[in-house]
């Protein structure tokens, strides 16, 4: 059994790495993307005896992100070292500016047909945050997290599954938070209102909109989600601005930004707001309003509502369909 504890957490952070294999999340990171990052690459370094280095790829740390890891925070890198070495990737596996220098994926998105992983050592289940099969792999590999470590593992899975929605939740991740939820002294219940409630916190519309940013297939595809409290609807007009910048600038054929209103039960309504191509817009919204069974609405040219309790499916569900509105002929 190998003790993994807070103190050791901060002496990886801050030790001296030379040409460190560099594990890194996604853009933008969201809670399980930095979580995976930071566990995986002290994972490996502990279990296999190789320099890593967690990076996190943006300015400044979500809050809720911050307020999960404490003082640990201001210990994480945002900017990737002239010197670093080969790569893994967490909670994603599309990273072309990397090149030939990934060498590993830990990641819960499944790959579109026909993406080449060859030669990668590739870890990928549907489950529903990466940080839960890096759990699993810590437990099975006897490394036991003293209770502000297994903290920091159970948020990154409650951000990702939304406090264990079914919908979002697999029984791996429920195992996880079952192994983590005793050692870190925590109720999952308590934790994921303290995180959400630092998530919605955030209401300034262009943070909002760049925080929870994904670009799909290519550069054709932009999907952000702007999470806020229900009583707090972002201004649209600043969101449709937004979504016609980001088409204009990287030319992208679909922009989709998704407006999640949340209650402390969970999200409530959701608006889809897009811009770009005329016909693959009208697509995008149509299946949209199909999914959702006759419950949603269109309410402009330009945008759908599903209200409360309304059938709907996450960004996840709609990439792995993405491709097939890009080419089906309109």
Known sequence: MIHMTADGLRNYLTGRKHHPT?????????GDAAVSSVMEGWRRQVTEGISTLPVLLCDTLPAEVAWLFGD?????????????GPVVLTDHHVAPHFGDRVMAIVDHHLPAPGTDLSG??????????????????????????????????????????EGLTPRKTTEEDRQAVSWLTPLSGERPTVLYAQLLDRLLSETDI???YQRDHRVYHGDSIGFAILKVWRNALPDKKTVRHLL?????????QLCVAKIALYDTSGVQEEYYLTAGEKA??????????EQAKGEARRIAEDEVFLPAGCPRHGRKWYARHLLQILTKKI
């Not at 437990?139 to 903290?151: E, H, I, K, N, S």
């Open 22 to 30: 560099l594990v890194v999340g996604h853009p933008a990171p969201d």
């Open 72 to 84: 640990l925070a201001a210990l994480l890198c945002r900017q990737l070292p002239a010197d670093g």
């Open 120 to 161: 990668v050592d590739a870890c990928i289940r549907p489950v529903g945050a990466t940080t839960s099969m890096i759990a699993t792999a810590w437990q099975q590999q006897g490394l036991l997290p003293d209770p502000t470590v297994a903290r920091i593992l159970l948020g990154g899975i409650l951000l990702d599954t």
């Open 206 to 208: 262009t943070t909002l």
């Open 244 to 252: 016609a910048t980001e088409t204009a600038a990287a030319k992208r």
């Open 280 to 289: 693959t817009c009208e697509r995008f919204l149509s299946t949209v309003l």
